[in-house]
């Protein structure tokens, strides 16, 4: 089984910055591939960004390209998403996701069996 817990949401102002952290507990973390979602009011989930066990493959969707990393720390079970030059259309609740074949290369929701119960963005313009 594969608990995620995310922190780091707030309050932030267009332009600013957030460091958001997922605490996993899996004994195979570092065979997982893991990712980021978001949700924005009245929308639905969408993918933001994905790394692979190793981070050799790092994936972002188009609307976070060149703002957003994401990066992992696998002897710290630790998948984090440092947001940077935020715009007020970032503002969702974030999640951090795994999927349920571990070492699965995917956007796809759908395929991503885990998650945590989300934290807020909030960036004011």
């Known amino acids: 089984q594969v608990h995620l817990v995310e922190s780091g949401g707030g309050l932030v102002r267009a332009g600013g910055s957030l460091r958001l952290s997922c605490a996993v507990s899996a004994r195979t973390f570092s065979s997982y591939v893991m990712g980021w979602f978001r949700q924005a009011p009245g929308k639905e989930r969408e993918f933001v960004a994905r790394?692979?066990?190793?981070?050799?493959?790092?994936d972002y969707a188009d609307s976070v390209k060149g703002r957003f990393t994401i990066s992992r720390d696998n002897a710290k079970n630790t998948l984090y998403l440092q947001m940077n030059s935020l715009k007020p259309e970032d503002t969702a609740i974030y999640y951090c996701a795994a999927p349920r074949r571990p070492t699965y290369w995917t956007r796809a929701e759908a395929d991503f069996g885990f998650w945590g119960q989300g934290t807020q963005v909030t960036v004011s313009s």
């Open positions: 790394i692979s066990w190793s981070g050799g493959m790092i």
